[in-house]
């Protein structure tokens, strides 16, 4: 048995065209081996390479001079909040110029459509759409609910007085502008609809989800990035959610609230928000699980009546009733 020669040590640990891999002298045979997986016709990637998305994306790029990643691989690239489903999903997504023939490749879409010289920007080497254009674009393509927690990914922003201070990405008012000056994308009405309910300060998609849970259920909308303050006027907690008029706050714990450590300061912050007379509600990946997003908005409408009646709230009670 013959013992498989190795790859140049530039080849080893990532993607590559085989236009590149002959430069380097790398055999016909050798590209054939069963240690090299081949997403797409002309490229071959090691087997167990850890490869980021423009990683994955840069060899197909510079057999397709044209193409600009974008859609699914884009949002990888960029780091935005996917469903599960879409993160896993091998798919590598582009885009030509309308005036390219269209491309058939197992593997890859290929999108053809104009874009603006602002809709494209370089990351890690690789041409990719910018952050709006990719929101945008995707909103044509994933379900309105994780459309509007990308939008909120985007736009959040904690101010100075927040424990991790935090600038947004896109500004929600550029994002705006951004889809006004659109005409005729294919995900433009969805975007449209989804820029409506996004907001600034919320960090993680378990709370977008629950926001618009709550929204569904005809909830009054939670204040986000409010401090609660001791009498000293010192901050004590950062509730995800605050209903300010009735003195009620939520909080998502995600997992990496399981810590012995994270349990020991979240029971503190708990302790001191009681202490001003907050009412809190901790909502867990558990509970989600067993009631879903709409069992869990039930349980803080419920919440928020409870607490209106025994405060003698006025104004928010048409809303819960």
């Known amino acids: ?165 935090r600038t947004a990405l896109v500004e929600i008012d550029a994002l705006r502008g951004y889809l006004d000056a659109q005409r005729r994308v294919r995900g433009l009405p969805a975007a449209r609809r989804a820029i409506g309910l996004v907001r600034v300060g919320a960090d993680s998609v378990p709370e977008t989800l629950l926001r618009l849970a709550e929204d569904e259920a005809g909830l009054p909308e939670p204040a986000l990035n409010y401090v609660i303050r001791d009498p000293r006027g010192r901050a004590i907690a950062w509730p995800d959610q605050a209903f300010v008029e009735l003195r009620f706050a939520i909080q998502y714990d995600g997992e990496h609230h399981r810590t012995a450590e994270q349990q020991a300061s979240d029971n503190w912050r708990n302790r001191l928000v009681a202490d001003v007379g907050w009412d809190q509600l901790i909502v867990s990946a558990a509970d989600v699980r067993a009631r879903g997003w709409d069992g869990v908005a039930a349980v803080v409408g419920g919440r928020l009546r409870r607490l209106e009646a025994l405060r003698g709230g006025h104004g928010r009670r048409e809303m819960l009733a």
């Not at 080893?12 to 050798?30: K, L, N, T, Y």
């Open 1 to 165: 048995m013959t013992s498989r020669s190795q790859l140049p040590h530039g080849l080893s640990s990532r993607s590559f065209s085989i236009g590149e891999a002959r430069m380097h002298g790398v055999s016909r045979g050798r590209l054939a081996a069963s240690d090299l997986v081949a997403p797409t016709r002309g490229i071959r990637v090691p087997w167990g390479a850890q490869l980021s998305a423009a990683d994955v994306v840069r060899p197909l790029l510079a057999i397709m001079p044209d193409s600009v990643a974008s859609f699914i691989t884009a949002a990888k690239i960029w780091g935005f909040p996917l469903p599960l489903e879409w993160e896993r999903d091998p798919t590598i997504h582009v885009t030509r110029p309308l005036s390219t023939p269209g491309s058939v490749r197992p593997g890859v879409v290929c999108h053809r459509m104009g874009l603006a010289e602002r809709d494209v920007v370089v990351v890690d080497g690789v041409p990719v759409t910018s952050r709006e254009r990719t929101w945008l674009d995707l909103a044509g393509i994933l379900p309105p609910e994780h459309v509007v927690a990308i939008g909120d990914y985007l736009v959040c922003a904690h101010p100075e007085d927040f424990p991790m201070p």
